[in-house]
């Protein structure tokens, strides 16, 4: 069988804990190896367990989810962070994605939602809710800020077609529907992508997109 998930949960609030560790026990593929009610707590628990995922809350005591998010992205280890809040706010969508978070949920979705998304993003992709993508596009557009030295010169080795895929990319296209707009197959969308990773050093899908944007490859939705 597949190991299991390693997942830790960070929420200030017990009874989210709760609910989220009792659902997972009952799911044999993640399972809970920690718990933290702060920022601090997370980060500590991230360099002692070194989980697969990190199941983040944005507003917690001291140091909050998002600077929490960034320690954990720029550390040594290969951990990849959810974030999953109330609070379903431009301003956090933008600051979680930039910081690293390769995912980016709100608590109102449904359970089986959210367990999916632990699963997708401890595969090594990325994920939003589908109720914050316009609204993190138009974040996107409407706030230039520069460019870090990691995505400055995304043009150096990129081919014109995968210079159309990223673009597709970061209008929110999926590989099938790539595949349909470039009137090519499958394979060679994912091939794409993947070199893309490669060559933007990316760390996901999520990535691509904030390149896309922040280098003008995709302006404000029309």
């Known amino acids: 069988m597949t190991a299991a998930v390693r997942v830790v949960l960070a929420d200030d609030q017990p009874l989210i804990r709760a609910g989220l560790r009792v659902l997972m026990a009952d799911t044999p593929d993640l399972g809970v190896v920690g718990e933290a009610a702060t920022g601090a707590q997370a980060v500590q628990l991230v360099r002692d367990l070194c989980p697969d995922v990190v199941v983040m809350d944005i507003r917690m005591p001291g140091v909050d989810g998002i600077e929490a998010t960034r320690m954990i ?56 809710a589908p109720s914050v993508t316009r609204r993190l596009i138009e974040e996107f557009a409407a706030r230039p800020e520069p460019v870090p030295a990691s995505v400055r010169r995304p043009a150096i080795g990129v081919t014109d077609r995968e210079r159309e895929v990223l673009t597709l990319v970061g209008r929110g296209r999926s590989n099938g529907e790539i595949a349909v707009d470039l009137r090519i197959s499958g394979a060679t969308v994912k091939a794409h992508v993947a070199r893309l990773f490669t060559k933007l050093d990316a760390r996901d899908r999520v990535h691509l997109v904030i390149i896309a944007y922040e280098t003008g490859l995709v302006g404000p939705p029309k």
Do not use: C, H, N
Not at 77 to 92: A, C, I, M, N, S
């Open 73 to 128: 992205s720029e550390g040594p280890g290969t951990t990849r962070v959810v974030v999953l809040t109330t609070f379903d706010d431009d301003d956090y969508v933008y600051a979680a994605l930039r910081a690293g978070a390769s995912g980016f949920l709100v608590k109102d979705m449904a359970l089986e939602d959210i367990l999916a998304a632990i699963r997708v993003v401890a595969a090594g992709d990325a994920l939003i």
